[in-house]
């Protein structure tokens, strides 16, 4: 009932899609993260790093989400969801290093340098995977047959 007065195709949505790309680069990219963390500030560099990755994943999957259901409406919501979504993310990471901005385990350093790091890393290696095309509207397809020659996925 609620699909077809919004309008939904049941198409998939490519937002939803690359989110779950990047959340699995994501966790690809976690011990990494840890590592350095660890190396640089013990236990509590791991905690914070940690606290940062779930925080990063969760942004991208909370965008993709909402522009996702926004799309289904109409454009005007579409780019009113992604305007107003980037400031209320932006708030609930706030939110959430409040309650432990004090906390023993938090390291602020190490919790920064992952936030801004794992977004843009994972943003940028995204970029590689990323179709522009109108016919595969999300990630480059994927051909066996290539990979069986040699060539790389591009």
């Known amino acids: 009932m609620i699909a077809a007065r ?10 939803t899609e ?24 013990g236990l509590s560099g791991v905690a914070s790093s940690s606290y940062a990755l779930a925080i990063v994943l969760a942004n991208f999957l909370l965008a993709a989400g909402s522009m996702a ?20 993310r932006l708030g609930l990471i ?10 023993g385990w938090f390291q ?4 920064g340098f992952t936030l801004i790091s794992a977004h843009l890393i994972l943003l ?9 095309s109108l016919a595969f509207p999300a990630l480059k397809p994927f051909s066996p047959r290539a990979l069986a020659g040699g060539q790389r996925r591009n």
Not at 6 to 15: D, S
Not at 69 to 88: C, D, E, F
């Open 6 to 15: 919004l309008g939904r195709t049941g198409g998939h949505a490519p937002e």
């Open 18 to 41: 690359i989110a779950r790309d990047l959340t699995r680069r994501g966790l690809l990219l976690a011990p990494i993260a840890l590592l350095i963390t660890a190396i640089g500030w």
């Open 69 to 88: 259901w926004a799309a289904r409406i109409s454009l005007h919501v579409l780019m009113a969801t992604v305007l107003a979504g980037y400031i209320v």
């Open 94 to 103: 706030v939110l959430a290093v409040l309650p432990v901005a004090n906390s």
């Open 108 to 111: 602020p350093i190490a919790f």
């Open 124 to 132: 940028f290696w995204e970029t590689r995977y990323v179709s522009a």
